[in-house]
């Protein structure tokens, strides 16, 4: 079994800063692309970021220039700095691993956490 677990959110002024955090835990043998997502009420998820394990990343859209994503192989932990907080950024944010699990090294799973809120005041 592979665990997801965030860290790092609340409330922040717009304008201001939050680091995301989360730590993969289980029974791992590799972890490959890892990434972020949103979901605000009444919203459907979204993508926020992702990061392979080589470090190649992709950006939403709405958080390029913004957040920076990385990531820390040794701790099978992925982050999430966000900078510039704006009122729409507000969601709940959901980390996610493709993991290869040493019961079963040649299927991928994808794994989700449970969730972080972030809400940012105007």
């Known amino acids: 079994q592979v665990q997801l677990v965030e860290s790092g959110g609340g409330l922040v002024q717009a304008g201001g800063s939050l680091r995301l955090s989360c730590a993969a835990s289980?029974?791992?043998?590799?972890?490959?692309?890892m990434g972020w997502y949103r979901q605000a009420p009444g919203e459907q998820r979204e993508l926020v970021a992702t990061?392979?394990?080589?470090?190649?990343?992709n950006y939403a859209d709405f958080v390029k220039g913004r957040f920076i994503i990385s990531r820390d192989n040794a701790r099978i932990a992925v982050y999430l700095q966000m900078n510039g907080l704006k009122p729409e950024d507000a969601a709940v944010y959901y980390c996610?691993?493709?993991?290869?699990?040493?019961?079963?090294?040649?299927?991928?799973?994808?794994?989700w956490g449970q969730g972080t809120q972030v809400t940012v005041s105007s």
């Open positions: 996610n691993a493709d993991v290869r699990t040493a019961q079963n090294r040649g299927i991928i799973y994808r794994y």
């Open positions: 289980g029974s791992i043998f590799r972890t490959n692309a």
């Open positions: 990061i392979t394990d080589d470090d190649r990343t």
